[in-house]
């Protein structure tokens, strides 16, 4: 081979080099493959396992109508006023173990482009055993990190937190909240989202109920756009037909209403009863137990809550700043 057939290899050799490593930018070349998430989405000066361990571990467990819960009420309430919101107390009585007793609703609002609404909810009391981890300072957490995240950007609906109490007691924060919504507020209502419990489970999962099963398909369908795998109810236990879930939890005064609802949650419709209830394959029930603590958890799944919440949260950022129906 003559010297200038080498020296015109060796140059389309190192063309071919740099357009693969996508270092050429003439006509033609490779591009570099999309981010999941657009650079321009919008993050959070805090990580929802930062929320969660500060509720969890800080507080312990948060059993509605104790001093605790008073505690927890309060510092979510600290969170939203740090990021600049405004937040409402929701004060309401209950009644449990035949006695009278008061819980609240926090309750923050982020203006979107239009006035109809989008509630997002999570309850932050728990059961008295465990810490209440994964349920729900998991589901609170996520919630924050978003409306950390979201409270400058803009967004096609008005979003409006809300930090339930006394979910564990027959979800009474959600009904004293939807009960206090004036008609247009309810009309107004495009979508409920529910965090409870979406992070420590084997799967991650969204549910909607069956006649409007929008959220649920559209958000999945995201997720798998961006790698994301997002489960949802398989259908194997009649009582809970595909793509649904149970009446326990804080959406279901909102469906019983005919307001579309997105649940979220992280568990394993595959095992036991297959209604969800069991949440891992390797230890069981975590909820409502006493391994229901962020130290359990992690030494049994080393990086799971943490991973489960940020594929959540990436997903949700881009559902709630582009979606719109």
């Known amino acids: 081979m003559t010297r200038k057939k080498l020296l015109l290899l060796a140059v389309a050799l190192l063309l071919l080099s740099l357009a693969l490593s996508g270092a050429f930018t003439g006509t033609g070349a490779l591009q570099a493959a999309p981010q999941s998430v657009p650079s321009a989405a919008p993050t959070a000066a805090t990580s929802a396992y930062e929320y969660m361990a500060e509720l969890s571990d800080g507080i312990g467990s948060r059993v509605a109508g104790t001093p605790s819960a008073v505690q927890a009420a309060g510092l979510i309430s600290e969170w939203f006023t740090q990021l600049g919101y405004e937040p409402a107390q929701q004060d309401f009585a209950f009644k449990a173990g035949g006695a009278t007793h008061t819980s609240s609703n926090v309750i923050a609002t982020k203006a979107g482009a239009s006035t109809k609404q989008i509630i997002i909810g999570a309850h932050y009391d728990s059961v008295a055993v465990g810490r209440g981890a994964f349920d729900n300072a998991s589901g609170?957490?996520?919630?924050?990190?978003?409306?950390?995240?979201?409270?400058?950007?803009?967004?096609?609906?008005?979003?409006?937190?809300?930090?339930?109490?006394?979910?564990?007691?027959?979800?009474?924060?959600?009904?004293?909240?939807?009960a206090s919504l004036t008609a247009a507020q309810k009309a107004d209502t495009v979508l409920m989202i529910n965090f409870d419990s979406v992070a420590a489970g084997d799967a991650m999962y969204c549910y909607s109920s069956a006649d409007q099963a929008w959220p649920q398909l559209t958000v999945r369908s995201l997720a798998r756009q961006m790698g994301i795998t997002i489960l949802t109810n398989p259908g194997l236990n009649k009582d809970y037909p595909y793509g649904t879930t149970g009446d326990w939890s804080d959406h279901v005064v909102f469906a019983k209403n005919g307001i579309p609802y997105l649940y979220f949650e992280a568990t394993n419709w595959l095992l036991g009863d297959k209604d969800g209830y069991v949440n891992t394959v390797k230890c069981g029930e975590i909820w409502h137990s006493k391994k229901d603590t962020i130290s359990y958890i992690e030494q049994q799944f080393p990086g799971r809550m943490e991973a489960q919440l940020e594929a959540e949260y990436t997903v949700l950022i881009d559902f709630l700043t582009t979606y719109t129906r």
């Open 140 to 178: 609170v957490a996520l919630m924050m990190q978003l409306a950390d995240a979201l409270r400058a950007a803009p967004t096609p609906y008005t979003l409006v937190f809300v930090a339930f109490g006394a979910e564990e007691l027959g979800e009474k924060g959600s009904d004293a909240y939807f």
